[in-house]
């Protein structure tokens, strides 16, 4: 594993997001603090609605903590996401963040290459021949030459995530995070993943976050963390029984 | 491909209910316009067909007030002096066009509409579909010519009798197609025929229009202008295109026939327009989980917005590329059943902007859906 660099490019600093009023009110994150190295790949585990969701949109600028800080690196400056105008944040997240969910979302009339060309265009990060060629590198590199004029309906599911994984690398963020990325993929599907995730970490310098229930995967992180009833601890890389 | 054709391609069954929609409203639109505007060419017919390939050079005077060429006031013959002399105008020359009282054969009356003109070859009034062997005829007097349309109308079908205008006798020479008439049908003779039977309902000193050209259509309107300027207290003065679109305007107006076209446009219209917004927006439904991975990476909102106008304005087109060839072949089926469907650039333009002006309020109506789309919605 290289070496991770010690300053990190995105921190949580006591985040916390309540749900709901009165005696239905419930804490998702109660002063939830997590730094995120550039090459590094961090786990995010815990049972289901201990709130790992919720972290990783407000990580990530989709979901605004009713307390505490998201600060990320940001051409070299540490900026606070939320404090951002809506636009500014929708400007940064073009800039920096890439997003994997675990129902692949791919646009059903796109081939492969189109699904990255639109966020090369839309994103204004390449336009015509360009975004093309940007496309088939990544698709290159991702394995999927061969099926760079499919449409999903024509992929297989490992095939139609690793698109996905491509759509979110393509523009090369800073940070990569992936909402439950294995879970409709068979295991040798999910090693697949994990290997491109923790590449396009190692090798790019991203920071990326995996939110998943699926221990198998810890072999693949760099960093291990537990989420339970808000409350947020930092595990060794040990899968449970060793 | 944009995206946008992208994605109406690969779901053509899912647009295919706007698209017909929009060819629904467009065939609308441009038959009932084509319709209405092809019957009221019936009001011009004596001025569309009189010397038609000069109709920007051939000048009209008539009475004041008289917006339709069927509605002139006899003139002063006198009147001719005010043309007569003008520099690239020909001589002027006399046109009677009055109603008069047609008797049946056997028996009953009917409304007619007479039109007395010169007959020579170099005239410029008389219907161009007057051939040389039914002008020569004409030149008898009381003779009179009809379209064959009206044949039945006039009952000249019939082996007894014989038919009357005004109480005098005439004699039918010969017939005429593709001049229908709306309420008088029109009957074609000679000035001299004309002045007969209108006996003192049109004094001798008198006529209904000078005709005359111009020797370019430049000077044709310039002598308009002037003649207006110089006379307007008694008489009017057109080029004959001018007239031939104030008779027909008139009587769209008139008649109201304009409102009643514009309630069954705006009908086609607001069909057209639910069912396309309906399409756009559930088609965008459909998509929101993607457009909402777009969004969570940054992709300005925008960008979404314009692909579902892009979609609407190609739902527009797709339509309208099949409404008009079925448009311009029911136009060929009505020809074929007598009825005219004046499809002309106008009608078919006017068509175009409105249904693209339709599919465009489909469309930011569809971005409602757009507006929805959260990011957050992929986490939950």
Redesign the interface.
Known sequence: MPAIATTPTLKGVRLTRTYGDGAKRRAALQHVSLDLFPGQIALLMGPSGSGK??L??VL?G??EPDEGQVLADDGGEMRDVWSMTPKQR??????T???I?Q?F??????TAR?QLE??LN??GYARGGDARRQADDMLDRLGLSPNKHK?PAQLSGGEKQRVAIG??LV?NPSFVFA?EPTSALDWENGQKVMELLRDGAHERGASILVVSHDHRLLPYVDVYYHLEDGLLEERPLTPPGH | MS?AL??L???RQRYVSGVFAVTFSAMLIALQCGLLLGLFKITSIPIDHATPWDRDRVIWVGSTGAPSVDLGKPIPVGFLTRLAGREGLSSPELYIANFGNFTKPVGGTELCFLLGTRLDDEALAPADVLTPELRAALSEPFTIVVDRSDIARLKLDSPEGKPKINGKEVRVVGVVTGLRSLAAPWVFCSTHTARQLMGPLLPADHTTYLLARADTPERARQIVADLRATYSEDMSAYVAEDFSYSSREYWLLRTKAGVAIGYAALLGLLVGAVITAQTLKTATEA?A??F???L?????RW?ISLMVLQQSMWVAVIGMGLAYPVCLGLRQVALMGGADVDLRWEVLSGTAALTTLMCTGAGLWALRGVRQIE??S???
């Not at chain 1, 979302?105 to 796109?110: E, R, Y």
């Open positions: 969701s919720t990783l949109a990530s989709l979901l929708e400007a940064y997240r073009l800039r963040t890439g997003f969910f129902g979302n791919l646009f059903p009339a796109f189109q639109i966020v839309w994103g449409k759509r979110a523009k909402d | 995206y992208l994605t391609w690969h779901e998509s989980r993607e909402a991975i777009l969570a990476l940054g992709i300005p960008r990011p957050m992929l986490l939950r």
